[in-house]
């Protein structure tokens, strides 16, 4: 069955082409397009989406604000975050909101596609750069190391979470069958008592784990 996919941003003309996209691509329907999320709880109530791409900056309730108030009303559905813009500070507050992951909209149509499915996965995708700030942001950051027990490979794969790697390229770095790498993340998410990509890689920035 299709993923149902929603888009909320304000150029209709990325609207047009991302639901094109979308409905172009094998196991995804665009489900909706909204210019903005004023009435997002009403959107997101009628067109049952299992994904919502997020635009950042929209007239009235903008895409941190929107994700927010996702979170409070509709659990864990994935929110990916768009944007053209690599502020540190839209960064941090989306991922703050809850935001599942953060993509530049100049991303390549084929990555795009991917980091859907990574996040419907659980995954966190981010776009290399904007992986490579949060990593700073959380180093300047001093919190006493705690152990895990997490093993040497699956230190190696949180490590890759960290600098951003989808489950497909872990699997090619590492050598393994890409179910195995889905294994060792639900381990890291059990010994980190976390529930998302994105709560993991926080949570090893912060303490320094790789």
Not at 15 to 28: E, H, P, Q, T
Not at 48 to 69: C, E, F, R
Not at 72 to 88: K, Y
Not at 132 to 147: G, N, P
Request: aromatic share 8%.
């Amino acid at each position: 069955m299709a993923s149902r996919i929603i888009i909320f941003d304000d150029n209709q003309e990325r609207l047009n082409s991302v639901s094109m996209l979308l409905n172009l691509s094998d196991g995804f329907v665009c489900t909706g397009t909204f210019p903005n999320a004023n009435n997002l709880l009403v959107n997101i109530t009628e067109s049952k989406p299992d994904l919502v791409l997020m635009d950042i900056d929209m007239p009235g309730i903008n895409g941190i604000d929107a994700t927010i108030l996702i979170r409070r009303h509709f659990g864990a559905l994935p929110v990916l975050i768009q944007t053209n813009f690599e502020e540190d500070e839209r960064i941090f507050g989306s991922l703050q909101a809850g935001a599942n992951g953060y993509l530049l909209k100049k991303t390549s149509p084929e990555r795009f596609i991917e980091s859907l499915r990574e996040a419907l996965e659980g995954g966190a995708p981010m776009t290399g750069s904007i992986a490579t700030k949060v990593l700073r942001y959380f180093s300047a950051e001093t919190t006493a190391k705690k152990d895990y027990h997490l093993t040497e490979r699956e230190k190696h794969i949180l490590g890759f979470l960290v600098k951003g790697y989808s489950y497909k390229l872990i699997a090619a770095e590492c050598g393994i069958a890409y179910n195995t790498v889905n294994n060792h993340i639900r381990n890291i998410y059990d010994k980190l008592y976390v529930n998302s990509a994105t709560e993991a890689v926080s949570l090893a920035i912060r303490e320094r784990l790789v």
